[in-house]
């Protein structure tokens, strides 16, 4: 009875690190210029961390559910762009590991919908303090130059074209950022 304890003790402090942590990956063959693209689950802190590694036009995106916020780091313009999480849009926490298992699943968009956009106006201010938007997004950005961004909610693609910046997240969600900071 003893040992039986103690071995469910020990399965316990084993397996708890395991399920606050984990990673679906999905590796594209670079021929549509996306690189590889991975997703990292934090239950603990409710936050999803989507990487796309594809050289210079890499990014890195931490969805901060907690806290409502959302920032991509664009490497290639070494800055931060945050903006609040539309929840009717961007899948909650808890489909976001369905949602990528299923489209890993079913290839690239082989008659399947489309994925939802979501575009955003990127003020060129700077953003001074960080603090309000949470550790993860503080951890991403310190020391970055960091703008905030609202959602457009009827855009005018003529305004625009040649202006954003698109991040495609695992065929799930297109974001695209638009102004004067992220242009070529």
Known sequence: ???TIVFAGLVGIFLTPALANYNIN???DN???SGQQ???VNNEHNVANVDNNNGWDSWNSVWDYEYGFAVTRLFKKKSCIVHKMNKAVMPSFQALD????EKKLQGKGLGKPSPKSLIYTVNPDKVNNLDQ????IIAMCKG???YMAEEIQEPSQILYIGKCFNIDIYWILNISFCGETVEN
Do not use: A, Q
């Open 26 to 28: 999905v590796n594209d």
């Open 144 to 146: 970055i130059p960091t």
């Open 38 to 40: 991975s997703v990292s």
């Open 1 to 3: 009875m003893k040992f």
């Open 133 to 136: 938007f949470g550790k993860s």
């Open 31 to 33: 021929s549509g210029g």
């Open 98 to 101: 369905t949602l990528v298992k």
